[in-house]
Antibody
């Protein structure tokens, strides 16, 4: 079964750091671009970061730029998000999501999502 | 990049049709035919329902359809069923710098 499972969410104080992980199974992430998306309580989804299959291109939302770092380990079939200088407004469920790709063509859509991991930033 | 605008909630009786709008700008919805829709039951993984405005992934019932006009995309659920009760999020490609912008989300209630 194709799936991704996020982990690493926790309660952290403002200014603190956290590292999220996303373990993929049923497919090799080396063939896919990957994303992190979050949903704050009572809000809609918000795209956070994107990384291409070989890490050649990385993008961040302005709201996290300079504080978050996305990375991947294709050997471990895993995606990561290092979050530093955390703020109250970073409180959210964080989702790992795969970009749809068929026969080498990348669609602008995310087709496989995990159930998310909860990050709470509070003193 | 501002979130796309969706109605907070829509409702309908079983068998009826409901339509959810998703309004953006010429920099996102209006600029590309790359609008997608996700169904999200709380606590579960979001599920892709439509992409490229109106394409359905394998396994998604044809009761779900999509369209777009100018800066507004729409999702229509025909023949509403109890299991369709969920949150629905639209998403549009918005360029290589900030590639994805999501909607504010719509709660669909089956009466």
């Amino acid at each position: 079964e194709v799936q991704v499972v996020e982990s690493g969410g926790d309660l952290v104080q403002p200014g603190g750091s956290l590292r999220l992980s996303c373990a993929a199974s049923g497919f090799s992430i080396s063939s896919y671009n990957m994303n992190w998306v979050r949903q704050a309580p009572g809000k809609g989804l918000e795209w956070v970061s994107f990384i291409t299959s070989r890490s050649s291109t990385i993008n961040y939302a302005d709201s996290v730029k300079g504080r978050f770092t996305i990375s991947r380990d294709n050997v471990k079939n895993s995606l990561y998000l290092q979050m530093n200088s955390l703020r109250d407004e970073d409180t959210a469920v964080y989702y790992c999501a795969r970009q749809l790709a068929v026969a080498g063509y990348y669609y602008y859509v995310m087709d496989v999502w995990g159930q998310g991991t909860t990050v709470t930033v509070s003193s | 990049q501002s979130a796309l605008t969706q109605p907070r909630s829509v409702s309908g009786s079983p068998g009826q049709s409901v339509t959810i709008s998703c309004t953006g700008t010429s920099s996102d919805v209006g600029g590309y035919n790359y609008v997608s829709w996700y169904q999200h039951h709380p606590g579960k993984a979001p599920k892709l329902m439509l992409y490229d405005v109106s394409k359905r992934p394998s396994g998604v019932p044809d009761r779900f359809s999509g369209s777009k006009s100018d800066n507004t995309a729409s999702l229509t659920i025909s023949g509403l069923q109890a299991e369709d009760e969920a949150d629905y999020h639209c998403c549009s490609y918005a360029g290589s710098y900030n590639p994805y912008v999501f909607g504010t989300g719509t709660r669909v209630t089956v009466l």
